[in-house]
Nanobody
Framework: HVQLVESGGGSVQAGGSLRLSCSSSGFPFTEYCLGWFRQAPGKEREGVAR???????TYSVSVKGRFDISRDNDNNILYLQMNSLRPEDTAMYYCAAALGYGCSSDFSYWGRGTQVTVS
């Protein structure tokens, strides 16, 4: 039974920081590419960051230099450290997993999301 459970969201003032966590179970964590996505009201879901099985990280242009994605393979947890937050970062944030080390397949497992609000 696959589970991805996000936590760490909340309300913060512009310029502040939050760290999101995604606790995972039910699949071989180390063999999966992992990512963070977000969706704001009235907007399409967008990819924020991803980290492959080799530890290579990629970021969207809008968050590069402010966000940092990391993974704890010993405890099956994915993180997203978000710094210098802006109002436009307000969204529901989701973690997701894609089979394979290299992030070449579709994200097939998804969490339910955690809300981030920046004012």
């Amino acid at each position: 039974h696959v589970q991805l459970v996000e936590s760490g969201g909340g309300s913060v003032q512009a310029g502040g920081s939050l760290r999101l966590s995604c606790s995972s179970s039910g699949f071989p964590f180390t063999e999966y590419c992992l990512g963070w996505f977000r969706q704001a009201p009235g907007k399409e879901r967008e990819g924020v960051a991803r980290i492959d099985g080799y530890g290579t990280r990629t970021y969207s242009v809008s968050v590069k230099g402010r966000f940092d994605i990391s993974r704890d393979n010993d405890n099956n947890i994915l993180y997203l450290q978000m710094n210098s937050l802006r109002p436009e970062d307000t969204a529901m944030y989701y973690c997701a997993a894609a089979l394979g080390y290299g992030c070449s397949s579709d994200f097939s497992y998804w969490g339910r999301g955690t809300q981030v609000t920046v004012s």
